[in-house]
């Protein structure tokens, strides 16, 4: 199982004439659901003594992880809101002792990567507590993940998808999933061999990972970047690339329609604006913005 850096993407060398970047946890992976619930969000409660407020917890949680704009953050931008949605809310925050999130905060501002390796050396940098815990319960749930969780398979209909875009563009993974998760899922049923890069947010942000290996190799029209969530919609309107989303909870209907319809127009540079803004109206309905106890 090999491990990648910066230097794989910003060495990438084209094939092909296309290019495309796709999102693993939600996008080629079952995982959301159970990740979030089964540890995600049991960890936040254990490790913060929110047993307390654990509707409220596990409801800013998945509000934040799952159901909302927010979906696909990164780990500690999660947790950063997760809090911030929780001292915002006067019936958590008048029942349990909750942290301030104002040094996560800053520190998921500071444009540095988001990874364990970051924080940690945030968290000895400035003594800040919150940011040590932050490690500590990333640290733990990784490990949770790797010995507990079951192992996600893809959704029906994406490893043909993955399998024809590897015959037809340069395909590489842009995810903000940390490595140790990330790996392990495209290597245990072989799925790596249809990407050149698995990048994950040891390598930076998804933007980062298009801007190293893509953005100047290639036509803005003949990138696109695959995902289920808001961040890689905003991902692609940065780079001024096409946009294919697999919706949440119509995950197979999505690969389907890529298959069928899709693809197609993006390799005969087809993707039209028209097109483009239809299959994105129907990505943001899926995801409101407001919580609902709001």
Not at 57 to 81: D, P, Q, W
Not at 147 to 176: C, K, W, Y
Request: a negative charge; charged letters at 25%; proline letters at 6%.
């Amino acid at each position: 199982m090999r491990a990648f850096t910066k230097d794989d993407l910003i060495n990438f060398l084209p094939k092909f004439d296309t290019f495309v970047g796709i999102d693993s946890d939600g996008c080629v992976f079952d995982t959301m659901e159970t990740k979030q619930k089964d540890h995600f969000h049991p960890a936040i409660i254990r490790h913060w003594g929110l047993e307390a407020i654990e509707p409220q917890a596990r409801a800013a949680a998945e509000f934040t992880y799952l159901y909302s704009t927010f979906r696909g953050l990164n780990r500690f931008l999660g947790l950063c809101k997760t809090f911030e949605l929780l001292n915002d809310w006067p019936e958590a925050r008048d029942r349990a002792a909750l942290p301030d999130p104002a040094s996560l905060r800053e520190y998921c501002d500071s444009g540095m990567p988001l990874s364990n390796a970051t924080i940690q050396a945030e968290a000895e940098r400035t003594g800040d507590k919150l940011l040590a815990d932050a490690y500590q319960w990333s640290v733990d749930l990784n490990l949770d993940i790797d010995q507990n969780m079951p192992d996600p398979p893809p959704f029906r209909g994406a490893v043909n998808a993955l399998r024809r875009i590897h015959e037809t563009s340069d395909a590489i993974v842009i995810s903000q999933t940390q490595a140790v998760a990330l790996l392990k899922d495209w290597y245990r049923d072989d799925l790596a061999k249809y990407v050149s890069v698995i990048a994950g947010p040891e390598l930076g942000s998804k933007i980062d990972h298009f801007t190293m290996a893509a953005v100047d190799r290639y036509p803005a029209k003949s990138i696109l970047m695959m995902g289920d969530a808001p961040g890689d919609l905003a991902t692609a309107l940065a780079i001024g690339c096409c946009f294919y989303p697999i919706n949440p909870g119509h995950e197979v209907d999505s690969w389907t329609r890529f298959m069928d319809e899709a693809h197609a127009l993006f390799l005969a540079g087809n993707f039209s604006d028209e097109y483009q803004n239809k299959l994105i109206r129907e990505f943001k309905a899926l995801l409101p913005e407001t919580p609902p106890w709001k």
